[in-house]
């Protein structure tokens, strides 16, 4: 079993659908929970950074951390064509020296 | 803005040069960066972390003298790839976080798309 487990996809919506991203983990010591985005041929760009349980809202973006299910969300509202990218989930126990990553879900858009 | 700058974007080369990919933290001091490849539609992998006056902790199955990786500076960590070929072609991107063992998320690199002719 892979420490971070995340369905690669790939997933598409029309545009102005609520897209749910998830990520479950297996290790219990995890807890920084970060959400990236990938567009093509670029970095990862850090989306959302939450510590520990509970929701963290930015604009569109919301993130879920549920601990005691080892289960962590991310929630996209009014999703635009914008939003087509690669989003991967990763966590850490300690610090950054530690991080583990999800596979990433490829996500489309649809105007 | 970004705050981790890689260098260059995209390089071709003969088989058997050797490729220099450079790594810059802007905005902060990067005791350890962090070198990633990643093949197409999947996730990344890490190859090495890289610190600061130290040498490289490569993964297991990373040759360390194929991948060379030189983090001179608080801000530089370089990895090159001696005598290329073409199974070494793949995306190649860096990240770094601030502090040594710090709870900050990391950063990426925009990333190197290198092909081996």
Same mark, same amino acid.
């Given at each position: 079993?892979?420490?971070?487990?995340?369905?690669?996809?790939?997933?598409?919506?029309?545009?102005? @659908?609520?897209?749910?991203?998830?990520?479950?983990?297996?290790?219990? @010591?995890?807890?920084?929970?970060?959400?990236?985005?990938?567009?093509?041929?670029?970095?990862?760009?850090?989306?959302?950074?939450?510590?520990?349980?509970?929701?963290?809202?930015?604009?569109?973006?919301? @993130?879920?951390?549920?601990?005691?299910?080892?289960?962590?969300?991310?929630?996209?509202?009014?999703?635009?064509?914008?939003?087509?990218?690669?989003?991967?989930?990763?966590?850490?126990?300690?610090?950054?020296?530690?991080?583990?990553?999800? @596979?990433?879900?490829?996500?489309?858009?649809?105007? | 803005?970004?705050?981790?700058?890689?260098?260059?974007?995209?390089?071709? +080369? %003969?088989?058997?040069?050797?490729? %220099?990919?450079? +790594?810059?933290?802007?905005?902060?001091?990067?005791?350890?960066?962090?070198?990633?490849?990643?093949?197409? %539609?999947?996730?990344?992998?890490?190859?090495?972390?890289?610190?600061?006056?130290?040498?490289?902790?490569?993964?297991?199955?990373?040759?360390?003298? %194929?991948?060379?990786?030189?983090?001179?500076?608080?801000?530089?960590?370089?990895?090159?790839?001696?005598?290329?070929?073409?199974?070494?072609?793949?995306?190649?991107? +860096?990240?770094?976080?601030?502090?040594?063992?710090?709870?900050?998320?990391?950063?990426?690199?925009?990333?190197?798309?290198?092909?081996?002719?």
């Amino acid at each position: 079993q892979k420490e971070v487990e995340q369905d690669p996809g790939p997933l598409s919506v029309p545009e102005g @659908a609520i897209v749910s991203l998830n990520c479950t983990y297996s290790n219990s @010591a995890f807890q920084y929970f970060m959400w990236y985005r990938q567009y093509s041929r670029k970095g990862p760009e850090l989306l959302m950074y939450t510590y520990s349980s509970g929701n963290k809202e930015d604009g569109r973006f919301t @993130a879920q951390v549920d601990k005691s299910s080892k289960y962590i969300s991310l929630f996209i509202r009014d999703s635009q064509p914008s939003d087509s990218a690669t989003y991967l989930c990763a966590m850490s126990a300690w610090n950054n020296n530690d991080m583990r990553f999800g @596979a990433g879900t490829r996500l489309t858009v649809k105007p | 803005g970004a705050v981790v700058s890689q260098h260059p974007s995209w390089v071709i +080369c %003969k088989s058997g040069t050797s490729v %220099k990919i450079e +790594c810059r933290s802007l905005d902060f001091q990067a005791t350890t960066m962090f070198w990633y490849r990643q093949f197409p %539609k999947q996730s990344l992998m890490l190859m090495a972390t890289s610190n600061e006056g130290s040498k490289a902790t490569y993964e297991q199955g990373v040759e360390k003298d %194929k991948f060379l990786i030189n983090h001179a500076s608080l801000t530089l960590s370089t990895l090159t790839v001696t005598s290329a070929h073409p199974e070494d072609s793949s995306f190649y991107i +860096c990240s770094a976080g601030p502090g040594q063992g710090s709870n900050q998320p990391q950063h990426f690199g925009d990333g190197t798309r290198l092909s081996i002719l």
